[in-house]
């Protein structure tokens, strides 16, 4: 009785699983409609990508951006480069100039020591020193490809230890909570003198050695990153002079101003200031104290030209470097979105494949036709076992 009990038992639960497997999955029945869709949103966007890299390889664009590049490179090679070089650039701390007075102490005596007095930059007696050349190659975006772009010879001039490694002052936190620099500003001259003797002389923005500045960030978000310095209903960061730069445009009449844009290197800017001490290596992560003891004759002052090819590419590429993908490239990421595409539909599909097969197999056959799960219980004796992907069964 026990035995007969368990073969209709486990006939029950065989004939039950056939009947659930035929009314999920029967052959009539399609995918599921989210996978469907789902799919067919992924299929659409990688057709997309495909397409449009297909179409970028008949246009090529990537020509059409180099090609003011390479008119700028060969007129820097034949040119520009020459008149950079041939000219003689000179600097000088104008203000403040060192002056030694005599201070007395708490005892009353009188002793010698140097302070700085700010002065006309145009009535300055500080000498002038000479910058030197630079010839440190900037190249374009490591990802980018050399094909059909002119390469160059790079030339800027740099003078080092413009700032005094300590000069005297420190921030200060005032009454309002904001924090300012006690010592003195300091003004830096230029001077240039081109082949034929035409000289101009450029008064720089005046240096501040360390100050705080507002950041865009919340009360949570400052107190994660910028070490909290939260007041006057805003986020603050401490930040360092980090460079001084300067472009200039040959004129007949010399060296001049550019016309039409800002003098400065970093976007515009002569002074590039940083979350660092200047020439540290640190990333700039931890909040300067208000004196963080930093060494600010790493400072460097630099000339460049507007004819530099770095920063004609660094406008023409919006400060990437990258000026886009050969039309063989853009047939390999086109090829790379279908192949993509025919894997992804395949995965998609892959759970009802199985599906189907598994009721191939171990469903009742409606032709007829003998399941290779009835052959293995013929030749066998026993119940055999069918173990789709992801589920066992048990005949």
Known sequence: ??????????????????????????????????????????????????????????????????????????????????????????????????????????????????????????????????????????????????????????????????????????????????????????????????????????????????????????????????ANNYHDHRCWDRVAIAQVCLRLNHTSDGWKAPEGMQRGCAAGAELAFSRSCPGSMMAGRNQLGENPGCDFSSVTFTVRSVDDPHLIAQALTAGTLNFGYTPHENWVSAALSFCSLLRASRAALAPFSQLHAMHICCGNSRAGVTSPCAVGRAKGGKQGTWRPRGRNMEL
């Not at 008149?83 to 201070?103: H, I, Y």
């Not at 000069?167 to 300012?180: C, I, K, V």
């Open 1 to 226: 009785m026990a035995a007969a009990a368990a073969i209709i038992s486990r006939k029950h639960r065989s004939y039950g699983y056939q009947y659930n497997t035929r009314s999920r999955y029967d052959d009539e029945d399609g995918p599921n409609l989210c996978w469907l869709t789902l799919f067919g949103m992924l299929g659409i966007g990688l057709i997309g990508f495909g397409a449009w890299y297909a179409y970028d390889s008949f246009e090529d664009p990537r020509v059409v951006a180099i090609r003011p590049y390479n008119t700028a490179v060969e007129a820097w090679n034949t040119v520009h480069r020459s008149e950079f070089a041939d000219t003689s650039f000179e600097w000088r701390m104008a203000s403040p100039e060192p002056q030694s007075v005599m201070v007395e102490d708490a005892d009353g005596n009188k002793h010698p020591e140097v302070q700085f007095k700010a002065v006309d930059p145009a009535a300055s007696t500080a000498e002038w020193k000479a910058m030197v050349q630079a010839m440190v190659p900037e190249p374009l975006a490591p990802d980018q490809n050399k094909e059909g772009i002119l390469s160059y010879e790079p030339l800027r001039w740099e003078a080092r230890g413009v700032l005094p490694a300590n000069p005297p002052g420190h921030l200060e936190t005032g009454a309002d909570g904001n924090a300012f620099w006690t010592g003195p500003q300091y003004q830096i001259q230029l001077r240039t003198r081109t082949k034929d003797g035409k000289e101009s002389v450029f008064d720089l923005e005046a240096i501040t050695p360390m100050k705080e500045v507002p950041v865009p960030a919340n009360q949570k978000m400052c107190r994660l990153h910028h």
